[in-house]
């Protein structure tokens, strides 16, 4: 749709206007505007075209960015473990998590759903336990695709984890919020149960190489890891159960002929380079992964392993780990960032035809970020003030399918943290012997 299109039919809809307009496919726009109708964005182009509508100052406004790996679950599960290797930190989280059931489940995802929309996040790839994430984003207003886990040997958590998990929320899907399967890792999933998940035909979610205890204990059979017996990325490959709706969160430990068989049955990659660092892993080839032509998109992962879902430290963190490890300032640059954290986790989860960009006829999904105040006015570089220069407390307000979901200083969810830090007390304090049974999520 053009623009002198668009600009008679726009009157009477929502327009949002900014110093920038960060499109993410296309160039920048200066003092720009944004037009929505009925939940999609009808126009884009300068303000002289479109209408003020409302504006904001010392501001840009740019596409909700997509988290393209995430457990809103464990919102509140900052600091436990921190410090220990990969197998603790792991049995930590196993065993306080077995402390709480359903509603506290539900209660921590209202959290981390609301956390993403104060970052700016306006859509999940979000690997869940119990299924809550899924009315945790319908209630809250979050756009998400739901991956409910599945573990152990044999195919009997199809059933009796996938299948009932799923009937429990199926009032909660819709267009916006989505079901995917998410066999857990190789190392936790059996091969038949692989096969089972990904015969389903939906979206598909995983960990790949994530810590150097899992590649030895996949190369040798030992190791402190105990679940099933392992198996491999080569090994999926061989039973051909690699296909291009999976996505693989992290891959840090993957090697040169583990990224060729990712890139050959264009399997995406969820990078999570917060978590990667914070739990001592690594950091993942991104440079690498990217020049073998995968779908990569950027992930905060979860408070289990980072300290929050703000993407803005993501974007830096991105940036600042691949140049790190490359030893080369233009590893990746802002702009690249920006775009993983759009654009390139929408393409992780297939869904860039409907959002991911700022375009005409695509999901009106945006944030308004705002530099007011900040040393990094006045603009030099847009794409670099919002990636090096954003936060949080920076977003002014975010919108998924046009509706406005979170706007600063308005937006108030004092129930739904009161009820999650609730829940945070529980996780810490419950004694799990004597924990209902009712209680307990299989
Ligand atoms: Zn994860």
Known sequence: MSVAAATSSISSVPIYSADWILP???????????AVDGGRIAAVGPRDELGEGERFDGAAILPGFVNAHSHLEYAVYGGFG???PF???LAVHIE???????????????????????????????ASFSGAAAAACDEVGLRGIVYIEVFGPGTAQIHERFEAHRDRVAGSLSDRVRIGISPHTVYSASLELWEAAVGLGLP???????????????????GPLESVRPHSIRELAQHGLLADRIVAAHCVHVDAGEIALLAEHDVAVAHCPRS?????????????????????????????????????????????????RDRRPDAISARSALELATLGSARALGLDAEIGSLAPGKRADLTVVSLAGSSHLPWEDPVGAVVFGGS???????????????????TQWHELIEEARN????????????APAARAVP
Do not use: Q
């Open 24 to 34: 993410v496919e296309g160039e920048a726009i200066a003092d720009g505007a944004i």
């Open 82 to 84: 921190d410090g220990h």
């Open 87 to 89: 197998d603790e930190w």
């Open 96 to 126: 306080r998590k077995a402390r709480v059931g359903i509603e506290e489940m539900t209660a921590i995802a209202r959290l981390g759903a609301a956390e993403c929309l104060a970052s700016g996040i306006t859509t999940v790839g979000d």
């Open 204 to 222: 598909v979610m995983t960990h790949f190489s994530e810590s150097e205890l899992e590649v030895e204990w996949i190369r040798t059979g030992r």
């Open 276 to 324: 990667n660092a914070l739990l001592g892993c690594g950091i993942a080839p991104l440079r690498e992964l990217l020049d073998a032509g995968i779908r990569v998109g950027l992930g905060t992962d979860s408070p289990a392993s980072t300290p929050s879902f703000d993407m803005f430290e993501e974007l830096r963190t991105c940036v600042m780990a691949a140049r790190a």
């Open 392 to 410: 949080p407390s920076r977003v002014a307000l975010t919108v998924v399918d046009g509706t406005e979901r979170y706007r600063r200083g308005t």
């Open 423 to 434: 829940a945070r007390a529980e996780l810490l304090t419950a004694d799990p012997a004597s």
